[in-house]
Structures are given as structure tokens and as C-alpha cells.
């Protein structure tokens, strides 16, 4: 596919992402390193902010090019908790305990939203989002994925959740993936070398 990027790190300790978005960017020939340090994550209610300032930190930090990706699950009758909070809220509660928020709950919608930001040292940000709608099962399905993957059916799917697909199969339709793709296309277009 042509141009490929080097020294382009993706700063995230969860290898479940990493491996998702590399697998993503190998098809659009963007070489893709994982840059394991930990990051700051503001406290916000936007998970373009969270993600924006956590990779320009570390860009001016490790005078690298970095992309950062923070994502929530917005829950539509919960009023979009967890949000940017759904790692928090996963750790504490848990798949089942934020099924048990939902007991008696009729209207099942929901979305992820991801923010994948790159920053170049000297303070240069770009933020790409990807979404994807669809619905909170009844309890946990399959045992792929991280997160809530076992209680997240996309819309578009065929009826199964993220954790019951393979890699290949959740980076067609997640959101996630989605963003990655802005943020591959974008630097081939302006044929971006790290």
C-alpha cells in the first residue's frame, strides 16, 4: 500500500488494543510500535481532551510521535454513563454490575466512542473519533475482546458481541478501528513520516 511510518508509538498498556490497532494499521502500511509509559489521563467529560492532552504529554516527553486512544461506552438510558469513566466503572463494577444498573431496563442502546489522538513533539495534535452503535445484552457472551466486550452487541453486526468475534472480525465494525482507519488514511494523505 505504500508509504510506511516508522517510530510511530502507540502509548497504551492494554495489549488487547494494541494488538487490534496494529493489526489495523499494518493494512494500511503504518508501521506501529507500542509504547509501553504511563500516560496522564485529565479528569474530563470529553474523551477527545482526555486522549489530546495525554498524547501531546507524551510526545513532548519522549520526543517521538504518539498516538493515544481513549474510548467509553455511553449507555442511552443511563443518561451516557459510563462515558468517559468506563474503565474506572469497569474495574469497580464490573461487567455484571453494570448489568445489574440496567435490571428492568426495557430500552437497551448504547454506543462506543473512541478518540485516537496523534501529537508530534512541539505541541501538534490531531484527534480522529470513531463510533459505533448498538445494544447491552442480558449477561456476558464469549470470552474475546477485553472490557465490556462481552455485553456490547454492535448494530450492524450479526447478532453477536464484540467478545464473540475475532480481531479481524471487530476491527470491521468497532469503533476503535474506525478512528484508526481516519488516522491511517490521514497521514497516507499527506504522505506523513514520523
Not at 7 to 18: D, E, P, Q, V, W
Not at 25 to 30: H, I
Not at 59 to 79: C, Q
Amino acid at each position: 500500500m505504500g508509504l510506511i511510518v516508522v517510530a510511530l508509538y502507540f502509548a497504551t498498556k492494554n495489549l488487547g488494543k494494541f494488538r487490534e490497532a496494529k493489526l489495523l494499521m499494518t493494512e494500511y502500511g503504518v508501521s506501529l510500535d507500542r509504547l509501553d509509559a504511563d500516560k496522564v489521563e485529565i479528569q474530563s467529560d470529553s474523551i477527545e481532551e482526555i486522549a489530546s492532552y495525554a498524547a501531546s504529554d507524551l510526545a513532548s516527553k519522549f520526543k517521538v510521535a504518539v498516538v493515544v486512544e481513549d474510548a467509553g461506552l455511553f449507555i442511552r438510558p443511563l443518561k451516557g454513563f459510563p462515558g468517559p469513566y468506563s474503565s474506572y466503572v469497569y474495574k469497580t463494577l464490573g461487567l455484571w454490575g453494570l448489568l445489574k444498573l440496567m435490571n428492568g431496563l426495557d430500552d437497551r442502546r448504547a454506543y462506543f466512542l473512541s478518540a485516537v489522538a496523534y501529537s508530534k513533539p512541539g505541541g501538534f495534535v490531531k484527534v480522529f473519533t470513531g463510533k459505533v452503535e448498538g445494544f447491552i445484552t442480558n449477561r456476558p457472551r464469549g470470552h474475546g475482546g477485553f472490557g465490556f466486550d462481552p455485553i456490547f452487541k454492535p448494530m450492524e453486526g450479526d447478532g453477536r458481541t464484540f467478545a464473540e468475534m475475532d480481531p479481524s472480525e471487530k476491527n470491521r465494525l468497532s469503533h476503535r478501528a474506525r478512528a484508526f482507519r481516519k488516522l491511517a488514511l490521514w497521514l497516507r494523505e499527506r504522505k506523513i513520516r514520523c
